[in-house]
């Protein structure tokens, strides 16, 4: 157990306290040397991609291409623990349900495919050409195909996602909740009609010639840390670098490149923002309006000053449409809404404004802070509008930046796992395989838990993930699980998903990223997309876990032949040569053309981004401003207006020591946080408010006023308060622990996204609480619905 502490951290992001938290990982894993050995192979160009983040590399050649959290992720792959029947099997499943989330996934690698037996409440082994039969024999049985729901995780493999893709629709549904439905679905939603791509527009190259990067709602230092490499280099030529987050992060303050000498030896730093704005959690849509409305004002001012103009006119005219509602709309928006809805004074957000107009290039980037809110969507079409003003779209240094999370999450959706697939895929799938596709829009991660609930879903299987934990209002979606007929998980270390099970349930483990993917034609590579947009292929040099493991198209192709014995596709033969699905690949996008020469070359290649070129794939054949109201009707409206208590706004976040839903340790270094996961970061003048102090421990309870006004609220027990540099009225706490305070009917208008950085709650006094003695005592306290 972790030493359980609060206290301030005074290093900056990465430095010497990285490189102690590699070693950690790699003795905790038992993998010192191998560790090491491994890493040398993370993101070269005969390596493997790293299983973390879908940051991109620099030319895959560079010696270390790995960061901190890379390390942990591929050390929990590559760990020596086991989690073998004998393990697995020495405990029933209601046992391991008591257990925290750390606990489950450090048994190890689950090395043989396992059934969950009712009368003993225990995982056993089971044959693979049993479990493919139980399998095809339920998916069959059922009367309707879109009675089975197919999730899919981001760190799935091109390869692998096209070939579930394609044996889903085959099978006769679109029902594919996906990773992305939970985290930048709104950024998709959000750009596509506005500029025609749902992807950002920059490379790594941009930030070499950017004169500003502006950063939205992101906490780069734990999220993406080899991102702070280009902002580093950034800040040392003198760029911008100007933050907008409601909590002060390390990441975005300074940093220590553990692989500068300098650096390390002097025990020096580089900062990192020039400028950092603590607004309001969910005030980013009024402070880049707002924003906006001060470049109208000093264009205004130079028009009659008669001095260059603010605004890109000529771009505008040329590239754009929409500008005269836009503009009509910002110039008519009050600087008193502005200031109480972005938590920032009207004279910080003209600094912020001056500071865009005075770059001549700039890049927006935004995490999970900008989309995981009901007007994410407004929101990321505001930066949007911001970089259209001045021509900061299509040209060198300048661009739209969404940072995604999971390593292919957006190759996964390029390749089809969309539950709203466009006629012209489904067309080119029919024409190149030789059946009709489903043409019905099915469920998204929402829509899924809703059709569990209700009985419409009867089989939920996943490719990856940990599906129970990533999800919103836990309860809902662990009834929905249960009420499953059949839950099957692909996967490479046991996670709670597989404790909240149907009423059968199936373990099927798979090769890690960073294991030799050895095939009829040779070990195998696969590839993946990054968050710009670039696909290069990865391969595994560690010996697998264990010789019963499957690689994930393997397993799709051996379903898909149980289940389709009169199917046209060669699945099988498929996956003897990876080389073929890439063929296949090919003829479906036309993106693709070339697909297995161009991943050759070290480094892959770059997708066509249209919108890079500023050619605009939209209704109007140009870029699309958007007019939207500054939000004043929000759940945190509706619940401070119709509550007594002092309702505060949650943002639910990542602590160092995680990535996603797996939790690497108990330690948040960053944030001062040591020993514990159930915290609650919060402002010293909020405590006095409500009359608590830090150390107390609390619950917290969500608080929504749904459309029909009814009230319902969700608890989640037993948190610590810790002061914190955030501000009046907004709170921060990890999740998946409180994801059970999130409603399952809160989603951003446009994409669905679960409300996670936006939830209204109230905090309750524990007396007589005291510290507990290990944290997987409460890591897991079951929700309270009422």
Not at 408 to 416: A, I
Not at 444 to 465: H, L, N
Not at 605 to 611: E, G, I, P, S, Y
Not at 692 to 713: L, P
Request: glycine residues 8%; proline residues 5%.
């Amino acid at each position: 157990m972790a030493h359980q502490k609060i206290e301030f951290y005074k290093g900056p992001a990465g430095g010497w306290g990285a490189l102690k938290s590699v070693a950690q990982q790699l003795l905790q894993h038992g993998i010192a040397a191998k560790g090491a050995k491994t890493m040398l192979s993370a993101n070269q160009p005969d390596g493997f991609d790293c299983p973390g983040c879908a940051w991109p590399d620099r030319d895959h050649t560079s010696t270390f291409e790995f960061c901190e959290n890379g390390v942990k992720a591929v050390a929990a792959e590559a760990t020596s623990k086991r989690a073998t029947p004998e393990v697995l099997g020495a405990h029933t499943v209601s046992w391991l349900a008591e257990q925290s989330d750390f606990f489950l996934e450090d048994m190890g690698r689950i090395t043989h495919p396992m059934v969950y037996d009712a009368a003993s409440d225990r995982y056993q082994p089971i044959a693979w050409d049993q479990a493919f039969a139980m399998i095809a024999r339920e998916l069959r049985a059922l009367p309707d195909p879109n009675q089975a729901i197919f999730y899919t995780s981001g760190r799935t493999s091109n390869e692998a996602a096209f070939l579930y893709q394609l044996f889903v629709r085959e099978y006769g549904t679109n029902n594919f909740p996906d990773c992305s439905n939970m985290c930048h679905e709104p950024s998709g939603s959000g750009l596509r009609p506005t500029i025609g791509v749902g992807k950002g527009t920059v490379t790594l190259d941009d930030f070499e010639l950017a004169d500003a990067i502006f950063i939205f709602g992101q906490n780069p230092g734990t999220n993406h840390p080899r991102m702070l490499g280009e902002l580093r280099d950034a800040s040392k030529r003198g760029a911008k670098i100007v933050s907008f987050n409601p909590l002060r992060e390390r990441g975005l303050e300074r940093f220590a490149n553990p692989q500068n000498a300098i650096e390390m030896a002097t025990l020096g730093s580089t900062p990192i923002s020039s400028h950092y704005f603590q607004l309001r959690i969910g005030g980013d849509l009024a402070l880049v309006k707002g924003m906006c409305k001060h470049l109208f004002e000093l264009d205004d001012r130079a028009q009659r000053d008669g001095t260059a103009r603010v605004l890109d006119v000529a771009f505008i005219a040329e590239h754009t449409h929409g500008f005269e509602a836009f503009e009509a709309d910002v110039r008519a928006e009050s600087w008193s809404t502005i200031e109480a809805e972005s938590g920032l004074a009207e004279a910080q957000v003209r600094q912020a404004g001056d500071l865009y107009a005075g770059a001549s290039r700039v890049i927006a980037c935004w995490g999970m802070g900008i989309t995981q809110h009901q007007h994410s969507v407004a929101t990321i079409q505001m930066i949007t509008n911001l970089l259209l003003t001045r021509g900061n779209l299509g040209r060198p240094g300048a661009g739209a930046c969404p940072v995604r999370g999971h390593s292919n999450v957006q190759g996964d959706r390029t390749m089809g796992i969309y539950e709203k697939p466009a006629p012209a895929f489904l067309d080119r799938l029919a024409d190149v395989f030789g059946f009709e596709p489903p043409r019905a829009e099915g469920f998204d991660t929402v829509g899924a838990i809703e059709a569990m609930v209700d009985g419409r879903g009867k089989v939920f299987f996943a490719m990856g993930g940990n599906f129970a934990a990533a999800t919103p209002d836990t309860h809902a979606t662990w009834k929905g699980l249960r009420r499953c007929e059949l839950t099957v998980h692909v996967a490479t270390k046991f996670n709670r998903s597989h404790v909240i099970h149907g009423r059968q349930a199936l373990l099927l483990p798979c090769l890690g990223r960073t294991e030799v993917d050895l095939q009829a034609a040779g070990a195998q590579g696969v590839t993946v997309e990054d968050s710009m947009s670039m696909v290069h292929l990865s391969s595994g040099l560690n010996a697998p876990a264990s010789p019963m493991l499957l690689s994930e198209p393997m397993i799709v192709a051996r379903l898909a032949a149980a289940t389709l014995p009169a199917s046209k596709t060669p699945w099988l033969w498929l996956v003897e040569d990876y080389s073929r699905i890439r063929d296949k690949i090919e003829a479906v996008f036309d993106d693709f053309s070339g697909f297995n020469e161009k991943i050759r070359k070290p480094g892959g290649f770059r997708l066509r981004n249209t919108a890079s070129e500023r050619v605009w794939v939209t209704a109007s054949h140009k870029a699309e401003f958007s007019a939207h109201p500054v939000p004043r009707d929000t759940a945190v409206h509706r619940a401070r207006k119709q509550t007594d208590a002092v309702v505060l706004t949650l943002a639910t976040v990542r602590s160092h020591d995680q990535y996603n839903t797996t939790i690497y340790g108990m330690d948040d270094r960053y944030r001062g946080v040591y020993g514990h996961r159930r915290v609650v970061f919060i402002h010293r003048d909020d405590l006095k408010d409500i009359g608590m102090k830090a150390g107390d421990w609390v619950d917290i309870t969500s608080v929504y006023f749904g459309d029909d006004g009814n009230d319902e609220r969700r608890t989640a027990e037993k948190f610590l308060l810790v002061e914190y540099d955030i501000p009046r009225g907004c709170i921060a706490s990890y999740y998946p622990e409180t994801n059970a305070l999130v409603p399952l009917q809160s989603f951003a208008i446009g994409a669905r996204t679960p409300t996670s950085k936006s939830i209204p709650v109230v905090l309750t006094l524990r007396p007589q609480d005291t510290p507990v003695a290990h944290a997987r005592d409460v890591a897991d306290a079951a929700p309270a619905h009422a």
